[in-house]
């Protein structure tokens, strides 16, 4: 078995390519389910790599194997989207080149650690007790394509025995592993509100059916129905284009968040009762969706343990921390914990820039650490499936 010294080594390394890499992943940005150049680069990488690189299952997904020979096997997942934001750090030297889409939640720290581990495995392979899977997803930002990913037979021959992913998380102590059994992250559902009435003139209120006045009803009287424990958040209105004209038709939009399933069903119909309600009394035609994507990241309380005992005795206590309460924050890897063992970890950025942020930028020095997690996985892996 290889030594930690050993490992940190190798992976030290590898550090100035991996940083490279990551570099060029944030200055190609790419919204779900189109990361065309993103993935095309990945593959570029991995090619070098002596794995089984899979064709792949959802155009912009790639899946390599490692060590396929070998029984048991452990999935490594990193997401590799990004947000359609316009990124505003005007100094940065490998700042988006694409206008409109930025790396504002670390999807390129994500997959460059997943990179890095690749490589470093790839050249221990035969300390490697099982097959790795290297899963680098698209479209976990809103899409939710995890969901694809396991409908496509991506995760098939061979199904993981365990599986596992990283966040980097702002306000989480630095480059410490956090997570918590049961409840991690949230249910992350969002809603569209259609509202039509009757246009007029401004100074005629009364001859027109306003539908602005409607949703500002909904949102004043939807925010007193919300169960202890769940979010319900209105994050866009529209409605209109002219001061002194009524508009026909007025949009909202917004997410919903909860961990509990019940408390989330009670928020979902409540939701949509109040809002049909009131539409009604206004004489307001109304539309109401909301999908909820990702279901609640839950850890079981068996494989956290195994994780926690596996950190602490290779890096010591410091290193992992058990979070006091979940994150209403929501994340598709929940779909991969409903079906198969396994944990989601955060992974402390520190006093960093907020997720979802215009000038976010991943911390490079973060690197090593997600790199090290995923190794570490590999390695002792037979800890895990047992």
Request: with cysteine; glycine share 8%.
């Amino acid at each position: 078995m290889i030594t930690l010294n050993e490992l940190n080594m190798k992976i030290g390394k590898t550090l100035p390519e991996i940083r490279k890499i990551r570099h060029e992943l944030h200055r190609i940005p790419e919204i779900a389910g189109k990361e065309y150049k993103t993935s095309a680069l990945i593959r570029e990488k991995l090619s070098d790599l002596e794995m089984d690189l899979k064709p792949p299952f959802l155009e912009t997904d790639v899946v390599a194997l490692l060590n396929p020979e070998k029984s048991g096997n452990l999935t490594l997942r990193a997401d590799i989207d990004a947000l359609p934001i316009e990124e505003y750090n005007e100094t940065l030297p490998y700042r988006s080149a694409h206008p409109g889409m930025m790396h504002a939640c670390g999807h390129d720290g994500h997959a460059a650690m997943l990179l890095g581990a690749a490589a470093v495995l790839a050249e221990i392979r035969e300390s490697v007790p099982c097959s790795v899977r290297f899963l680098f997803q698209p479209g976990e930002e809103a899409a939710a394509l995890a969901r694809d990913v396991l409908r496509s037979g991506a995760l098939q021959d061979p199904e993981p025995d365990f599986i596992t992913g990283l966040h980097n998380f702002p306000d989480e102590e630095y480059g410490k592993i956090n997570t918590r059994p049961g409840a991690l992250m949230a249910a992350a559902g969002f809603f569209q509100i259609t509202l039509r009435g009757k246009s007029g003139h401004g100074s005629l209120p009364k001859k027109a059916n306003n539908p602005l006045v409607c949703a500002a009803e909904i949102i004043a009287e939807c925010g007193k129905i919300v169960p202890e424990d769940c979010v319900l958040s209105f994050c866009q209105c529209t409605g209109g284009n002219c001061n002194n004209v009524i508009p026909e038709t007025a949009e909202l939009l917004g997410t919903i968040r909860f961990f509990d399933h019940e408390k989330g069903q009670k928020l979902l119909s409540g939701f949509e009762n109040t809002v049909r309600q009131i539409a009604e009394r206004r004489n307001i035609q109304c539309g109401f969706s909301c999908d909820v994507p990702c279901i609640p990241v839950i850890n079981r309380t068996e494989d956290y343990e195994k994780t926690r005992s596996m950190i602490t005795r290779n890096l010591g206590d410091d290193a992992f921390s058990e979070l006091s309460a979940p994150s209403m924050i929501g994340e598709d890897f929940s779909w991969y914990l409903q079906k198969y063992r396994g944990i989601f970890c955060h992974l402390g950025a520190g006093n960093s820039c907020p997720l979802h942020s215009n000038r976010y930028d991943f911390d490079d020095e973060l690197l090593a650490y997600g790199i090290r997690y995923f190794c570490l996985m590999a390695l002792h892996c037979r800890e895990l499936f047992s």
